[in-house]
């Protein structure tokens, strides 16, 4: 069964850097466009950036674009987010999803709280 594992939140001050792994099993990873989506506290499921098999696209929403950069290493089953100039307003659960978008299998999340 589709098995996805995000790793790597925790806290970071403003203007920090993290980076989230996502490693994806049960299924053939490398043929699926892959996304992170996020929830902050009290709000919904935001699609945060996409990148598309054998990383022929990537794609972002708007309130991270310059500052996030996704990849992914087919070899190794597993997706990362590289998080920089980190803001109080990224704090929430970190999604790994399958395909593209926020509608497909996801994990259990990773949270990120970025704090002073």
């Known amino acids: 069964q589709v098995q996805l594992v995000e790793s790597g939140g925790g806290l970071a001050q403003p203007g920090g850097s993290l980076r989230l792994s996502c490693a994806a099993s049960g299924f053939d990873f490398s043929i699926y466009a892959m996304s992170w989506a996020r929830q902050a506290p009290g709000k919904g499921l935001e699609w945060v950036s996409a990148i598309y098999s054998k990383s022929s696209g990537t794609y972002y929403a708007d309130s991270v674009k310059g500052r996030f950069t996704i990849s992914r290493d087919d070899a190794k089953k597993t997706m990362y987010l590289q998080m920089n100039s980190l803001k109080p307003e990224d704090t929430a659960l970190y999604y790994c999803?399958?395909?593209?978008?926020?509608?497909?299998?996801r994990g259990q999340g990773t949270q990120v709280t970025v704090s002073s």
């Open positions: 999803v399958r395909g593209y978008g926020s509608s497909g299998p």
